[in-house]
């Protein structure tokens, strides 16, 4: 089992900018490929970026590319996903994951249970 704690969102103003992170413990970090997924409200929810275990690969989605940002400190267990030029749209509850990631393609394993990210306009 992966245990996946996020922090760091809360409420920001637009053009903003927030760095989530997500704590990792359990089993060996490194041996996971990480990721973020958001939810918001009344819509599914949606891939935003994920990172190889070394953190040399990352995947965005073409709509976040340049203003999202994934990285993971492995020797401390922790991921980060820096979001820049934020708007209302980004609103969401943010979800940390760890997984597999096979070239584009990310596999959940692991969830953790959120973190609200309110952008005012």
């Known amino acids: 089992q992966v245990q996946l704690v996020e922090s760091g969102g809360g409420l920001v103003q637009a053009g903003g900018s927030l760095r989530l992170s997500c704590a990792a413990s359990g089993r060996t970090f490194s041996n996971y490929a990480m990721g973020w997924f958001r939810q918001a409200p009344g819509k599914e929810r949606e891939f935003v970026a994920a990172?190889?275990?070394?953190?040399?690969?990352?995947v965005y989605p073409d709509s976040l590319k340049g203003r999202f940002t994934i990285s993971r400190d492995n020797t401390k267990n922790t991921m980060y996903l820096q979001m820049n030029s934020l708007s209302p749209e980004d609103t969401a509850v943010y979800y940390c994951?760890?997984?597999?990631?096979?070239?584009?393609?990310?596999?959940?394993?692991?969830w953790g249970r959120g973190t609200l990210v309110t952008v005012s306009s």
């Open positions: 990172l190889s275990r070394s953190g040399g690969s990352t």
């Open positions: 994951t760890a997984g597999v990631l096979l070239g584009q393609n990310y596999g959940v394993h692991y």
